[in-house]
């Protein structure tokens, strides 16, 4: 078993059985905290589920700006931190000399939970990082009968989550609905970023004519690391917030929510759907 994953035994209830309770091993969605250092100074500390690690970590880089592609990088390795046991939950990322360090401001903690990446930024402003990929003008074309089968997939792909139930997904999509990677995490967050740290690594940046799919709902983080990104359209499973959407808009970006069955709500870009 990995480390994604561990086991642990619950008492199970159903009253409408008897006896209503019975002692079964159940299977729980891993989460530990990974610190982000760059250049050997600690820059992030976030609660996610173990693997994929160095993605994660070059993904969260390239959404809070620090970084535009895999060259600004020139190493990054997971390091055995100071547990013992040994756990791994250390990515160091050493920058280009001619990368500008990234700003440490006391106002703005990069302390991030499993479920909120933006906790303790000062202010929006803080946050509403310009992307250095320009979207709006993007010619993708998506037909709705496309869209309406990536939950499906992203779905059917979701293999932890099969075990577990507790984890978030996110996948990058073509434009004819082939799903090119998955990453599962205790963090909706966590997931994109593991994404787009695939992406930046292969050298795929910006991801035009592409689709990002979420199983939760959108956010406003999740919003800004698509246009970071350069990805034209983000579809969720559920809803989307008011900032996510206003920052859509703002992107000229596509943002669908509540994709489910044959049903959607196109709140930004209307265009780049057909019928």
């Known amino acids: 078993m990995g480390r994604n994953v561990t086991r642990r035994t619950v008492v199970s209830v159903d009253l409408g059985a008897s006896p209503?309770?019975?002692?079964?091993?159940?299977?729980?969605?891993?989460?530990?905290?990974?610190?982000?250092?760059?250049?050997k100074k600690p820059l992030a500390v976030t609660m996610r589920t173990p693997g994929h690690d160095i993605d994660l970590a070059m993904g969260f880089l390239l959404s809070e700006g620090v970084i535009g592609k895999a060259d600004d990088v020139l190493t990054a390795q997971l390091c055995a931190g100071t547990d013992t046991p040994n756990t791994y939950n250390v990515v160091d990322v050493v920058l280009d000399p001619h990368v500008p360090p990234p700003v440490t401001d006391p106002s703005r903690n990069f302390y991030t939970t499993s479920s909120c990446g933006v906790c303790g930024k000062a202010s929006i402003d803080a946050i509403r990082t310009r992307s250095k990929f320009e979207v709006a003008g993007d010619p993708l074309e998506m037909p709705a009968r496309v869209l309406a089968e990536l939950p499906e997939t992203l779905r059917a792909s979701q293999r932890t989550f099969d075990r577990t139930g507790g984890l978030h997904a996110a996948g990058l999509f073509t434009a004819a609905g082939d799903l090119l990677v998955l990453r599962e995490d205790v963090g909706r967050h966590n997931a994109v970023d593991k994404v787009l740290g695939w992406a930046l690594r292969e050298g795929r940046l910006p991801l035009a004519g592409h689709v990002l799919m979420v199983s939760?709902?959108?956010?406003?983080?999740?919003?800004?690391?698509?246009?970071?990104?350069?990805?034209?359209?983000?579809?969720?499973?559920?809803?989307?917030?008011?900032?996510?959407?206003?920052?859509?808009?703002?992107?000229?970006?596509?943002?669908?929510g509540f994709l489910r069955g044959q049903r959607m709500n196109i709140y930004t870009g209307a265009q780049r759907v057909t019928f």
Do not use: C, H, N, Y
């Open 20 to 39: 209503p309770t019975r002692r079964r091993p159940d299977e729980l969605a891993a989460e530990e905290p990974l610190e982000i250092r760059v250049r």
């Open 216 to 256: 939760g709902r959108a956010s406003f983080e999740l919003t800004q690391k698509a246009w970071m990104a350069g990805l034209p359209l983000l579809a969720a499973v559920s809803a989307p917030s008011t900032l996510a959407a206003e920052l859509a808009d703002e992107a000229g970006m596509t943002l669908v």
